[in-house]
């Protein structure tokens, strides 16, 4: 009689683990990751800035670099980490920057291992869930960089939906 109880109460246990609801996520699909960097990178070259662009999907790994002609050597790595540091964060890079201006204790967040805490990376949004994030390094300044993407995520909006 023991053993029969044990196995009902071992099944119940069983039973409401395995009903556990599966978490369902939107994510950055690839062709999307392509169509943000394009975008990009067309907005940078249309104000003369040659840059890199990266854009990661929602755990901040990479869905698509690109590196526009005659942009520097650092600028994958810059962009590269940019997006993470954004899609890690759920916020602009350049927000975070001010934070840290503002607030010296917030300091310590440049110090996270793959952060770059410059204004270039901005994510990227479907309602209010990030779902990844593009990073832009190699114009004259974070916010020029930040310009940029807004720009594109501007012009793939009917795409966020």
């Known amino acids: 009689m023991k053993r029969i109880l044990f196995a009902g109460a071992a099944a119940l246990v069983l039973t409401s683990a395995a009903s556990a609801q599966v978490l369902q ?80 204790t917030a300091a310590e967040l440049a110090n996270i291992p793959g952060f770059l805490v410059l204004g270039g990376g901005v994510p990227v949004k479907i309602g209010d869930v990030t779902i990844g994030a593009v990073g832009v390094g190699g114009a004259p300044g974070g916010h020029l960089d930040e310009a940029c993407a807004v720009a594109a995520l501007d012009k793939v909006k009917d795409q966020l939906k």
């Open 25 to 104: 996520e939107k994510n950055m699909p690839l062709n999307l990751a392509v169509d943000i960097a394009n975008e990009t990178i067309a907005a940078c070259s249309a104000k003369g800035y040659n840059v890199a662009v990266a854009v990661v999907d929602r755990a901040g790994v990479l869905r698509s670099l690109m590196r526009a002609d005659n942009a520097g050597a650092h600028t994958p790595a810059a962009a590269t980490a940019k997006a993470f540091t954004s899609a890690s964060s759920r916020m602009p890079t350049g927000v975070m920057a001010e934070n840290i201006q503002k607030n010296p």
